[in-house]
């Protein structure tokens, strides 16, 4: 294996993760964070007559929560991009240049997936990394009819019609997608980077991702938010 080629994948990955897919979870899941807290006191903010100004602040909030996770599962076409279909080409070109470097945390993972222990203790690094790839490949939302697909397909209809291209339709004739539908969308990416990001890089994306809804860092504003509206009267301290 050479050590440069060895490198320059391991740099590219490390790229694709930090700089692209755990950037995006977190613009996503902080949005969200906001926009809950937001609709949970929606009550109080228009009783104190806030509600024209932080109605349109959601609306903000949650096109960005839409456009950051579809921008996680965009696949390559004419430009370099940073998305897990893009992780997933570039894994799969460089499997003879990426070593794991965290096997254990690789094989827990697959285990949880339903393979057995003692098989998996067989594979190289090469077949573990086809393994992990199939695995996350068959469950990425492109071309299926699980729920997963069916949730990127409403959120992508949305962006492209009308965040991306105000298109003469009816947003009522759109796909509607929940929010149920971003937080599982957003869960695959959780697994994805935390996985990926521990086994080839040794860099632990899965102490952001804990099992709440909301990442850790990434609720904190929601936290702040609270605590704005409690000092300015508009919530009571109970």
């Known amino acids: 294996m050479n050590a440069s080629h060895k490198s320059d994948a ?102 949880k997936q339903g393979y057995e222990q003692f098989k998996l203790a067989q594979l190289g690094d090469r077949a573990m990394t086809q393994l992990l790839l199939q695995t996350f490949s068959e469950r990425v939302p492109q071309g299926e009819s699980s729920h997963l697909t069916k949730a990127w397909k409403a959120l992508k209809t949305r962006r492209d019609k009308v965040l991306a291209h105000h298109e003469v339709v009816e947003a009522s004739a759109l796909p509607q997608a929940t929010y149920a539908d971003l937080d599982k969308l957003l869960d695959y990416a959780k697994d994805f980077v935390s996985v990926i990001g521990m086994g080839y890089l040794s860099t632990a994306f899965s102490v952001m991702y804990k099992k709440e809804r909301l990442s850790s860092d990434a609720g904190v504003v929601g936290r702040g938010l609270r605590r704005l509206l409690r000092k300015t009267g508009i919530l009571s301290d109970r």
């Open 10 to 111: 391991k740099n590219r990955l490390s790229d694709l993760l930090s700089k692209g897919l755990a950037i995006d979870i977190f613009l996503a899941e902080q949005a969200l964070a906001i926009e809950e807290v937001i609709g949970k006191n929606a009550e109080a903010i228009n009783k104190a007559n806030f509600g024209r100004v932080f109605g349109p602040i959601q609306t903000v909030l949650v096109r960005d929560a839409i456009l950051a996770t579809c921008r996680l599962f965009e696949p390559e076409k004419q430009f370099p991009l940073r998305s897990i279909p893009a992780a997933i080409k570039l894994l799969d070109a460089q499997i003879a240049n990426l070593q794991i470097e965290q096997r254990h945390y690789v094989v827990d993972w697959l285990v």
